[in-house]
């Protein structure tokens, strides 16, 4: 069974990433070429629907949307500038 606390941590990370790829004006379908993650299941990372993700995974999100898996993971931090 997975702890409150994990799923509202996931969710957190659903809404960083969606309000990051938002900021860098990419679609889904963007992401997932840039990812070679379904859509849909970019979909439910962003929706807090997704049980889990796996470091590696973060890591290639990171990476489309040119941030660290750091800056990904600052949820109260400020969305990064793109990096030239």
């Known amino acids: 069974m997975v702890s409150s606390g994990f799923k509202t941590e996931m969710k957190r990370l659903g809404v960083r990433i969606k ?6 004006g990419m679609t889904l379908l963007q992401l997932q070429g840039a990812t070679g993650i379904a859509k849909s299941t970019l979909s ?18 990171a990476k489309a949307l040119s941030v660290t898996t750091s800056e990904l993971t600052n949820y109260d931090g400020p969305i990064p500038p793109l990096k030239p």
């Not at 309000?19 to 860098?24: D, E, F, P, Y």
């Not at 997704?50 to 890591?59: G, L, Q, S, V």
């Open 19 to 24: 309000a990051i790829r938002k900021a860098r």
């Open 44 to 61: 439910q990372y962003e929706n807090g629907k997704f049980p889990n993700i796996e470091f590696y995974t973060m890591f290639l999100i």
